[in-house]
C-alpha cells in the first residue's frame, strides 16, 4: 500500500500535469501558464495572487482584481477542473455580524481562502488606516459575513490554520508598513473565536540565503502531513532593478507551528518565464492556494505571476519533502 504523506480528502478531479521526463525540477510549471491572462473581467486589467478550494465537485475562489480605478479588490469566480474559471464582474458584497451591509471595502488583496468546521474563511490585505487583515465567513458563498479585522495596522498575509490547533485558530501573518515593505518575518497568532487574536509567536526571520534575505511572507494554507504543517511561502530580494519574488517551502510543527522543523535552503520557482518577470511588477511568483490529493501526493499551486497573471505549478509531496530534507537551511 502507499504511504499517505498528506493528511486530508482524496482529490483526484485536481489539475495535475506530470512533470516532463527531461525535468530536475521539483517544482514544475503548467505547460499552458498563465491560466487568467490580462483584462479577464470588463472593470479589471489584472487578476493574480488569488485563492482557490475545492467546492461541490467542483472548484470555487475568490480572486485579485486591480480595477480601471488603480484600486484592488475580491471578486467570487467558479470552475469545473480548475484552471478555466468563470468570474464574476460584482466585487463580493460582505454584510456585519448583525445582517446589516458592511461598509464597503476602500481595497481588497491577495486573499486566501479555507474550510474549517464546515465555514469557509476568506483572508484578505483590508483597509484600516492602512494595511491590516480581514477576515469573512461563508456558508454557501452566497453571503458573506465579514468579522472584524484581526489586527491593528500594517499587517499582511494573513493565512488560516485548516483545523483548530490546541483549540485555536491559528493565523500566519506579516507585521510590515504602509508602503512596499523593505522588511518581513512571519508571525503566528492566535484566536479563540475568530476575533480576538494575541500569544503572537516568531515563526520564520529573513535568510543569508540571498533570495530570500529581504523578506519572507506565509503563502497557501499550510498542508497538514505526517511530517508537519507543508508551509510553502514567499521569499524576496532586492536587486538594482528591484524586488524579486521566489517560492520556498519549510515544516512547522503539527502541535506548535511556530516552531520551524525544517526550512529548505534552496527556491522552489523563480521568476523565469516571461509572463513572470514581465508585467505590471516584474519578477514576482507569489503563491496563495494549493490544491492537493491525500492518495496521490499531488499538489497543484495557484500563484500571480508579475502581478498580472494567475499560473499553476505542480509538485509531488514524498520528492519535495525529500529534497528539502537533503538541503537544510542551515545558520551561517
Given at each position: 500500500?502507499?504511504?499517505?504523506t ?7 478531479n485536481?489539475p ?10 521539483i517544482?514544475?510549471?503548467y ?12 472593470d ?14 467542483e472548484?470555487?475562489g ?8 488603480g ?6 469566480g ?6 478555466h474559471w ?8 460582505f454584510?456585519?455580524?448583525d445582517?446589516?451591509p458592511a461598509?464597503p471595502i ?6 486566501r ?10 483572508t484578505?490585505?483590508?483597509y484600516f488606516?492602512?494595511?491590516t487583515i ?9 453571503t458573506?459575513?465579514?468579522l472584524?479585522?484581526a ?9 488560516l ?22 522588511f ?6 492566535q ?5 480576538f ?7 520564520m526571520?529573513?535568510s ?15 498542508i497538514e502531513t505526517?511530517?508537519?504543517w ?7 530580494c ?7 519574488y ?8 503539527i ?12 527556491y ?6 516571461l ?6 511588477v516584474?519578477n ?13 501526493g499531488r ?8 502581478d ?25
Amino acid at each position: 500500500m502507499k504511504k499517505k504523506t498528506i493528511l486530508g480528502k482524496p482529490l483526484p478531479n485536481m489539475p495535475w500535469q506530470d512533470k516532463p521526463k527531461d525535468s530536475s525540477e521539483i517544482m514544475w510549471r503548467y505547460d499552458k501558464n498563465p491560466v487568467i491572462g490580462r483584462r479577464p473581467i470588463k472593470d479589471a486589467g489584472r487578476i493574480f495572487n488569488s485563492a482557490i478550494i475545492p467546492y461541490q465537485g467542483e472548484f470555487i475562489g475568490v480572486f485579485r482584481a486591480d480595477h480601471n480605478n488603480g484600486y484592488p479588490n475580491l471578486h467570487l469566480g467558479r470552475s469545473k477542473d480548475g484552471i478555466h474559471w468563470q468570474i464574476n464582474e460584482e466585487i463580493i458584497k460582505f454584510h456585519n455580524e448583525d445582517g446589516t451591509p458592511a461598509k464597503p471595502i476602500f481595497y481588497g488583496y491577495d486573499p486566501r481562502l479555507v474550510e474549517i468546521d464546515g465555514s469557509y474563511y476568506i483572508t484578505w490585505c483590508n483597509y484600516f488606516n492602512g494595511p491590516t487583515i480581514g477576515i469573512a465567513r461563508s456558508q454557501d458563498f452566497k453571503t458573506f459575513v465579514q468579522l472584524e479585522n484581526a489586527f491593528l495596522p500594517y499587517n499582511r498575509n494573513g493565512v488560516l490554520f485548516p483545523r483548530k490547533i490546541n483549540g485555536n485558530y491559528v493565523m500566519l501573518n506579516r507585521p510590515s508598513d504602509n508602503g512596499h515593505t523593505p522588511f518581513g518575518d512571519i508571525y503566528l497568532s492566535q484566536s479563540p473565536d475568530m476575533t480576538f487574536w494575541g500569544k503572537h509567536r516568531l515563526v520564520m526571520k529573513t535568510s543569508h540565503n540571498w533570495w530570500k534575505n529581504v523578506k519572507v511572507g506565509a503563502g497557501p494554507i499550510p498542508i497538514e502531513t505526517t511530517e508537519g504543517w507543508l508551509m510553502i511561502y514567499h521569499g524576496v530580494c532586492m536587486t538594482c532593478s528591484g524586488f524579486i519574488y521566489s517560492i520556498g517551502a519549510a515544516l512547522l510543527d503539527i502541535d506548535d507551528p511556530s516552531q520551524v522543523l525544517l526550512d529548505c535552503e534552496k527556491y522552489l520557482l523563480t521568476p523565469e518565464e516571461l509572463y513572470e518577470t514581465t508585467g505590471f511588477v516584474p519578477n514576482v511568483t507569489f503563491p496563495c492556494a494549493t490544491l492537493h490529493d491525500a492518495d496521490s501526493g499531488r499538489i497543484a499551486i495557484f500563484y500571480g505571476a508579475a502581478d498580472t497573471y494567475c499560473a499553476i505549478a505542480f509538485a509531488q509531496v514524498d520528492e519535495l519533502i525529500d529534497y528539502m530534507k537533503a538541503h537544510p537551511n542551515k545558520p551561517l
